[in-house]
Each structure stands twice: as structure tokens, then as C-alpha cells.
């Protein structure tokens, strides 16, 4: 009796066969397309996951420059699409394909992102490094069935040049190795009114603020370089302020939280210490949807492509503007003027408040899918499922499902709500400034 599963859980099938042949030494006969995009999307955030001294900032870097390695990896072997050289910012040549030369573009795909992740990622341990090594070799054996020596040995050298140049330019962005220099001990910053401070209830034991210069990195699109402040609401303690008010929300939430809600909370706290962190997350969500939705090869690196940039891009905007208004958290504003004795349900991440970087890097990675698949996507989202219940706050990690793909920006701003780290105008700056980042990514010229 054949079982027919329902098609809201072909996704989640799809992503275990293909986290299995990760893991296992499969050689197939042939392969989707898509799904060698797919399982260098699982690579990614395997490593990410991996690496000690990672930060959401830094894996937000590394899924903008992986995405974009995938497709110009593959657009010159497409008639309607076009390389990005000329339209990123400082991007101004790339390697070119020899003119009447075959290529298999799969394999300048399966060796380029082998060598750009090996370079990004370059204090990951040899263990990792061996399991990129081994699933290259994996999907090389596959592709090598179909294609004569000579064309193989010019798609490995375009591959390898391909992630040559692609790193030389990444190390200019200002966010090379930035895993060095996570919490600077000279950096300082004279406190005032509604300014951030340490916490005590903190996800990290440091007193310094992480990445204090990453508001300064280079972005992928010349037009979020210089992208306006949004308006923050000023400081104001007095109960019938706005800005109280944007406090006693958040008091008031905490107070009567629902499981869940509490579900939510934990769902998308993504500390980069246990998970691929808050990016990493929706670059998850990006290779589950092109599983589930099978797409042509330069329609799934494009994805790849427009929502690594846009979370990368997003993670710069939101640090730029973190730094720049330095705005305090609740954790210190309602134990001051509400309730001594409140306590956040998520411990605070050690750097500024406004806007929130949860909110900001939903909304770009939702707009970004959004131009690839329709908003009205019913999916699973399986991230955590196996994680071990969350013993502190007495919740489980449950798969949750989603109507459409603004929802999943919706409530990965929200969860920061629930989790009492982020105020209302936290989240909605987040999300209006997040499709705007997105907008400016979407908006290059992808095709001739």
C-alpha cells in the first residue's frame, strides 16, 4: 500500500533525504538541479552551525557571499540572465567562461561554493572542512558520468577562480574574519539617558557590545548603503510618554504569555552558540522552499542569491543604526521605572535595542522569497525539531507552520516581543526598513 503524505510535509521530506546524503557516502545515479543548490545551502549552515565564535552578524556576511557565489556560478550558462559585476558596490570584474568553451555549470557550482566556503569560514575546524570536501567529491562523481574530461577540468579551474575572486573581494567589505574582534575591550561610549547598558540577565558574558563597527561594512547594494535613519521615538520616562508606553507593552506581554507564544520565543531565538543563527534561519527556510518547490537552476541560486544579500545587507542597516541611537532594553528600563523585579522571558543579546535585528532580517529574507514564490506559500518550518526541550522556560521545540511567507517575518518579530527584548517600534522599524533593503537587492538587473 503505497502512503500518501500530505503536500505541506513534501519539504520536510525532501530536506532529511538531503541533510542524508550530506551525511552518508551516497553516489546517486543523477540528481535534481536544484537540489545540488540546495545541499550547499545545508553545507552553509552546517559550518555556520559548526564554527565557534560565530555571531549572527558575521554568519549573515557568509550567507551573502555564498548565495551570490551560487548563481554567478551558473548565469552565464542562462540566455536571460546577467552576472551582478558592475551593479554591487566595489564589484567591479569577475572571471569570465572562455567564449566557444563547454562548461557544466553544476560543476563550476559544486567547486565554487567547496572553495568560497572553505575560505570564509577558513577557522572552521579540519573536520569541517573535510565534510565539504567529502559532499563536493560526492556531487563531482555524480556529475562526472555525464561529462567529458576536458570540460570538467575548465568547470573546476572557472569554479575555483570563480571563489578566488569572490573571496579577495570579500575581504575588503570590512567584515573579514570579524570573528576576531567580536567584543572590542577599548571600544567606549559615554552613557546617557535611555542609553544601552550590560544586562544582567544576558546571553553573553561580555560587557562590551558585539561589533561595535559593522553599521560600517560594505554592503551588497550601492543604494542601502546610505539608506535614511529611520525615526525613533525620543526618550521620555514619564508614564504618559510614548516611549514609556513602548516599555509597558512589553511588561504587560511578559506577564501573560501564552505556550504558544513561549514556542515562538524560543523557536526563533537562534543563539549562533547552538544554532546556524537568526539568519541562518530564514536561509533555511529559503533551500526548504526551493525543495518543495523544485525550480530551474538559475531560478534557485537566484533565491540563494537575493536572500543572502538581503540578510547580509540588512544586518549591516540595522547595526549602523543600533550604534547610532545606542538604545537602552527593557531589562534596564522596567526594572527603573515600572517593576524592580521583572525579568525578561529570553536573556538580552549583548548590543543595542533599536531597530530590532530579528525583525529587520525577516522582513528582507520574506520580501526577497516573495520574489521568487508566491506570499501564499503554505509551509512547515522543522528547523529545531530534535532540539532538546528547553528546560529553563519548560517549552518544546515544536515544527511550525506558516500561511504565507510574510507570516514567518511577522512572527520572528514578534517572538523578540514575546521573548521581552524588543519593544513594538523595535519590530515595525525592523520589518519597514527590512523590505526596504530587500526592495533595493530585488530591484538589480537580473536579467538582460
Known amino acids: 500500500m503505497k502512503i500518501k503524505f500530505p503536500s505541506h510535509f513534501q519539504s520536510i521530506l525532501v530536506l532529511s533525504l538531503g541533510w542524508m546524503l550530506i551525511q552518508c557516502n551516497v553516489v546517486q545515479d543523477n540528481i535534481p538541479d536544484h537540489e545540488i543548490a540546495a545541499q550547499w545551502a545545508d553545507m552553509t ?9 560565530n555571531s549572527p552578524t558575521f554568519a549573515s556576511r557568509c550567507l551573502g557571499y555564498m548565495g551570490l557565489a551560487q548563481y554567478e556560478a551558473v548565469v552565464h550558462g542562462d540566455i536571460k540572465h546577467q552576472s551582478l559585476v558592475g551593479q554591487l558596490n566595489e564589484l567591479n570584474a569577475l572571471p569570465l567562461p572562455k567564449a566557444q568553451q563547454n562548461y557544466n555549470w553544476l560543476m563550476v557550482l559544486n567547486r565554487s561554493q567547496s572553495t568560497l566556503l572553505k575560505s570564509i569560514y577558513i577557522q572552521t575546524s579540519d573536520e569541517n572542512k573535510l565534510k565539504i570536501d567529502s559532499l563536493e567529491k560526492r556531487i563531482h562523481k555524480i556529475l562526472l558520468k555525464s561529462i567529458d574530461g576536458a570540460t570538467a577540468k575548465r568547470s573546476l579551474n572557472y569554479g575555483d577562480r570563480l571563489a578566488n575572486e569572490l ?11 570579524g570573528y576576531l574582534k567580536n567584543f572590542d575591550p577599548n571600544y567606549h561610549r559615554d552613557s546617557f539617558p535611555g542609553s544601552w547598558k550590560p544586562p544582567l540577565f544576558a546571553q553573553s558574558f561580555s560587557h562590551n557590545p558585539l561589533h561595535h563597527f559593522w553599521g560600517e561594512n560594505r554592503t551588497f547594494s ?18 504618559s510618554s510614548a516611549y514609556h508606553q513602548e516599555f509597558m507593552a512589553v511588561y504587560k506581554k511578559e506577564r501573560k504569555l501564552t505556550e ?3 514556542e515562538a520565543a524560543i523557536w526563533w531565538s537562534d543563539d549562533p552558540d547552538v544554532t546556524f543563527s537568526p539568519g541562518g534561519h530564514l536561509y533555511y527556510i529559503a533551500q526548504a522552499l526551493v525543495r518543495m518547490k523544485k525550480p530551474n537552476l538559475i531560478t534557485a541560486t537566484k533565491t540563494f542569491a537575493m536572500v543572502g544579500m ?11 543604526w543600533k550604534y547610532h541611537f545606542f538604545s537602552e ?52 518550518d522543522s528547523a529545531h525539531v530534535g532540539r532538546e526541550r528547553d528546560h529553563v522556560r519548560n517549552v518544546e521545540f515544536k515544527a511550525r507552520s506558516y500561511p504565507t511567507l510574510w507570516s514567518v517575518a511577522v512572527e520572528t518579530a514578534e517572538s523578540r516581543f514575546y521573548g521581552g527584548i524588543h519593544t513594538p517600534q523595535d519590530n515595525k522599524v525592523g520589518l ?17
Do not use: M
Request: hydrophobic content about 40%; charged content about 20%; aromatic content about 14%.
Open 45 to 53: 549552515l552546517y559550518v555556520t552551525k559548526n564554527t565557534p565564535a
Open 167 to 177: 573571496f579577495e573581494w570579500s575581504k575588503t567589505d570590512g567584515g573579514h574574519r
Open 222 to 239: 550601492p543604494l542601502n548603503k546610505n539608506l535614511p535613519l529611520p525615526t525613533f521615538i525620543s526618550y521620555d520616562p514619564s508614564e
Open 260 to 262: 504558544e507564544e513561549k
Open 310 to 320: 538581503s540578510v547580509a545587507d540588512a544586518f549591516i542597516k540595522c547595526w549602523k
Open 329 to 380: 532594553r527593557p531589562n534596564t528600563f522596567i526594572p527603573e521605572f515600572i517593576d524592580q523585579k521583572w525579568e525578561s522571558f529570553w536573556p538580552d543579546p549583548p548590543f543595542p535595542a533599536f531597530p530590532s535585528g530579528h525583525a529587520i532580517q525577516a522582513a528582507a529574507a520574506a520580501r526577497a522569497l516573495q520574489a521568487t514564490f508566491n506570499n501564499k506559500t503554505f509551509f512547515i
Open 432 to 448: 519597514e526598513q527590512g523590505v526596504i533593503v530587500a526592495q533595493n537587492i530585488i530591484n538589480l538587473k537580473w536579467e538582460k
